[in-house]
């Protein structure tokens, strides 16, 4: 088996959905299925026992659902490595931000194409977020900007540079590391040090939790 295997956990409770699903990704020869979870529980008992490098997740599910799952993985330290890709029905909504925010890596709908699926695994669990094109800098920027109950002034930022905040700002806009260094002038190398950066001292396990970072803290707001 090659060392660039990526491996992957298949949680949705439609059974049909998710045989689909795993077909697809079994069909990628850099891909392996390795778990099929029927629910939010049992993808976060299998992400612990078999450790995938992506888990793709259903956000509706009984039980335990796609959301509380995906912020059980991510919560936990033993399982840092693993990424989540959330897949839903319910793509222009509140569920986007939802899964934003309980770590998800980023979202497709369930309609996406085959081939835009598998690059998505790829792109996940390379350590880059993917924020599904219909979902707009102003559709997550309102909701993430919305204060919730419970919520203190985000002073995360306030540990950055101001180069560092700069390109966290760029991040949220979605310019690629090689946009960004478009955009300041320097080495493509340089923008991805400025990112990892920051992604270690606000302690982001990703891009997609440095747009959360971005725009809570109100760095970048809706329509900038």
Known sequence: ??????????ADDQRLIRAGFVGLVASAPDLEVVGEAVDGADAVRQARAARPDVVLMDIRMPGTDGLSATELITGDPD????KVLVLTTF??????VAALRAGASGFLGKGVEPE???AAIRV????ESLLSPRATSALIGRFLSQPRDGDTVDTSLDVLTEREREVVALVARGLSNDDIAGRLFVSPFTAKTHVNRAMAKLGARDRAQLVVHAYQSG???AGD
């Not at 088996?1 to 298949?10: C, G, K, N, P, Y």
């Not at 399982?79 to 693993?82: F, M, R, S, Y």
């Open 1 to 10: 088996m090659s060392e660039a295997t990526t491996r992957v956990l298949v």
């Open 79 to 82: 399982l840092a490595d693993v």
């Open 91 to 96: 793509e222009a909504d509140e569920y986007v």
């Open 116 to 118: 835009d699926l598998v």
């Open 124 to 127: 996940v669990a390379a350590g």
């Open 219 to 221: 760095l970048v707001r």
